[in-house]
């Protein structure tokens, strides 16, 4: 009996360890979706975003340029934890739903950040795909409240949009 349970335990560990090494939360980010972790010595730019007890972002609404690296500096000017996390509307969904089951959940993924009041921390993200990639607090009640914003990817332009009609020469 014993060991027919064990056989049964054993996958089911490996099956967790592999999940939770991953990052996913359980949860299945995938973070590609949005770009990839980026790094230090490509940032074209910084942009400060403020996180407050009123539930909102100082910069809600970004625009990127597909393929840019972004340094964000999360700043908490308020009293409680605020959280900056980067993903589409589904995962944040997904993610802010376990948060309220766990609460005290720390994260180290590239695409999110945890600001204790009066701390400040970074994402530094490449956007490698034109589209909305959406931003939020997952605290527990923050998400609800309103705390979310929209970073606007631009796609890259091509050869052939680059070109305006007189371009041309027959």
Same mark, same amino acid.
């Given at each position: 009996?014993?060991?027919?349970?064990?056989?049964?335990?054993?996958?089911?560990?490996?099956?967790?360890?592999?999940?939770?090494?991953?990052?996913?939360?359980?949860?299945?980010?995938?973070?590609?979706?949005?770009?990839?972790?980026? #790094? *230090?010595?490509?940032? +074209?730019?910084? %942009?400060?975003?403020?996180? /407050?007890?009123?539930? $909102?972002?100082?910069? !809600?609404?970004?625009?990127?340029?597909?393929?840019?690296?972004?340094?964000?500096?999360?700043?908490?000017?308020?009293?409680?934890?605020?959280?900056?996390?980067?993903?589409?509307?589904?995962?944040?969904?997904?993610?802010?739903?376990?948060?309220?089951?766990?609460?005290?959940?720390?994260?180290?993924?590239?695409?999110?950040?945890? #600001? *204790?009041?009066?701390? +400040?921390?970074? %994402?530094?993200?490449?956007? /490698?795909?034109?589209? $909305?990639?959406?931003? !939020?607090?997952?605290?527990?009640?923050?998400?609800?409240?309103?705390?979310?914003?929209?970073?606007?990817?631009?796609?890259?332009?091509?050869?052939?949009?680059?070109?305006?009609?007189?371009?041309?020469?027959?």
């Amino acid at each position: 009996m014993k060991t027919r349970h064990l056989l049964l335990t054993v996958p089911a560990l490996f099956a967790a360890f592999s999940v939770y090494a991953s990052g996913t939360h359980a949860g299945g980010h995938d973070a590609q979706s949005i770009g990839v972790p980026g #790094v *230090a010595a490509n940032v +074209s730019r910084t %942009i400060n975003v403020e996180m /407050t007890d009123d539930m $909102r972002f100082s910069a !809600a609404k970004i625009d990127a340029k597909q393929g840019e690296t972004i340094r964000f500096i999360a700043k908490n000017n308020g009293k409680v934890k605020h959280e900056m996390v980067l993903g589409s509307e589904k995962e944040l969904k997904e993610h802010y739903e376990l948060m309220k089951k766990n609460p005290e959940m720390e994260h180290a993924d590239a695409n999110m950040v945890s #600001v *204790a009041p009066g701390q +400040s921390g970074e %994402i530094i993200w490449q956007f /490698t795909k034109a589209g $909305r990639v959406d931003f !939020a607090c997952l605290q527990p009640g923050h998400y609800d409240a309103g705390m979310k914003g929209l970073v606007n990817v631009a796609g890259k332009k091509t050869k052939s949009t680059a070109h305006s009609a007189g371009d041309h020469t027959h």
